[in-house]
């Protein structure tokens, strides 16, 4: 089966740096990739996909970066804002997701 | 569109207790999921549904049962509560298809079984 690992579970970075968090993966023939944002007390919210076919998406303000040869993925979020504080996960798979464990981003002023 | 919808938002149960999480989802998505999530992990899928009279199980479905009888509605029974089910409980639901898979999840059960 799959598994999904984070690299850090914290992140702290100061408002207006570009944040990046990383995910590994174990199954090379996965084909579907998923950033999900969790806040305190919410379920969890949907950033950005990206499909096997492709090495990068970019969307507002995030970009995912997807590296098969190694299972990597990542997340870029640019000029990070504290509204961007949360828990962030990545998700493998296209209906029965696995997630990793999740990193949590916190933003100083 | 409400989009997806729990209840209750927290519940207190006693070992060996019954009882059913309610999710519904008014945007007609022919997916629906269940998942658990504990501290420290990411979500685990406990059940899930591809359309109304079809389920299966996910990763962690022991002690859960699953029914779909409409496309709106995605009850989970705890079928005998035990203290290891104490965790947050998240439905989803998505169109299913490809190239517009995004999940919605609702607001999460947050569920003590003493």
């Known amino acids: 089966g799959e598994s999904v690992g984070l690299h850090l579970p914290t992140l702290s970075v100061q408002e207006g740096d570009n944040s990046i968090i990383n995910c590994a993966y174990s199954n090379s023939a996965s084909d579907y990739f998923i950033w999900y944002k969790q806040e305190s007390g919410k379920g969890p919210q949907f950033i950005i996909d990206i499909r096997s076919n492709m090495d990068k998406r970019q969307g507002q303000r995030v970009t995912v970066l997807l590296n098969k040869t190694v299972k990597h993925l990542s997340l870029q979020i640019a000029a990070t804002q504290p509204g961007d504080s949360a828990v962030y996960f990545c998700?493998?798979?296209?209906?029965?997701?696995?997630f990793g464990t999740g990193t949590r981003l916190l933003v100083s002023p | 569109n409400a989009g997806v919808t729990q209840t209750p938002k927290f519940q207190v149960l006693k070992t060996g207790q019954s009882m059913t999480l309610q999710c519904a989802q008014d945007m007609n998505h022919e997916y629906m999921s269940w998942y658990r999530q504990d501290p420290g992990m990411g979500l685990r899928l406990i059940h899930y549904?591809?359309?109304?009279?079809?389920?299966d199980q996910g990763e962690v479905p022991n002690g859960y049962n699953v029914s779909r009888s409409t496309t709106e509605d995605f009850p989970l029974r705890l079928l005998s509560a035990a203290p290891s089910q104490t965790s947050v409980y998240f439905c989803a639901s998505s169109t299913g298809t490809v190239g517009n898979n995004e999940q919605f999840f609702g607001p999460g059960t947050r569920l003590t079984v003493l």
């Open positions: 549904s591809v359309g109304a009279g079809i389920t």
């Open positions: 998700a493998v798979g296209f209906q029965k997701l696995v």
